[in-house]
């Protein structure tokens, strides 16, 4: 309450008493807002009503052409401290007054969309924003605004023709984004079983941007589906190759697919490739889930791994091993080596799994939009995210 009162106190005291003075200077048409009115304005503002301010604002208007200035800046101010209705309320009332300078016009409409946006009047706030982009006013902040109200229904065709129009406005490339609409309309077919559109968006996403990872799981994806396992092979390893730090994203669908194939050699091959341009433990997990399956004992790799850099991912599969050893068994001790790896699944599924690396966001499901900052592309995979030496 206390801050509410002395925001109204300064910010507006502040605006109205600096136009004040500016208004001392001769104007060259109009007349200016009388000692009485600018009196009855401020004490409104002092008392902390602000609709008695606009109507004092609303009146002093009529007879004084600049007072529009003032207008605008009491709007912007409305709307930055949330209170959108009055915002609207002085800007709408702004456009009515016919004799406003064509630049201030355009700059009155422009707040009165942002005034839209704001309170969630999408079809007004795109359909002002389409209007000022045509007529060439506020070219790039409308685009960018349509780009976000397009964003946020989902209509990712339309999405896209903004973004186009705006990397020819701006001059710089929007095609990361624009392969993340491709995207979303290719997840949106494959809601849909259809497959082939699916595969065709797709692809057209990493035709658009070649270094999408997204494209490139998503392509995978598809493949795997349709039993193309040698294909999605490809394509999960593209993504690897894109983007390193998407291993904890690609690698299960990977060792998925070899496995149909039989492609084990190429497996370990990529493994071992893996091991020497990253310090991931991811592989090992992999390699000792290998071993066992052909029946070979993993204890001396985990454990070595393990004194290397202790992760939760190989002591998880460390334990699994030893619960099945004979000497444990005989000693009674798997329910409790089980009883600790269950423990360590159950951490780890309410660990942060995903960072933004903008705002710092942890997820724990992927987001190719964050949803806390709205950047594409921003959020990465928590590599193996809690280290047990703490570091
Ligand atoms: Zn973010």
Redesign the pocket.
Known sequence: MFDSLLGWLLLPLGIVLGWALSRRMPQPEGQSLSTEQLGGLLSHLAGDDPDQAIAALTQAAEIDHSTAELHLTLGNLFRKRGEVDRAMRVHETLLTRGNLRPQLQHQVRYELAQDYLKAGLMDRAEQMFQELAAQGLFVTQSLEQLVAVYEQGRDWKQAMEAARRLEAAKGESKRAVIAQYYCELAEEARRAKNLPEALKLAQRALDTDSSSVRASLLLGALAETAGEFAEASRFYRRAFDQDPRFLPEMLAPLQRCVEKTGDMPGFVQFLNDVKAVSGSMLPVVAEAQLMRREGLDAMGLLSASLERQPTRAVLTEFLDVLEKRPEVVAAGLEKSAASLRQALIKFGETSARYQ??????NPRQMFWQ??????WG??TPLDESVRLSGS
């Open positions: 933004c690396g903008h705002c710092g966001f964050c949803p806390g900052c709205k950047n921003t959020i």
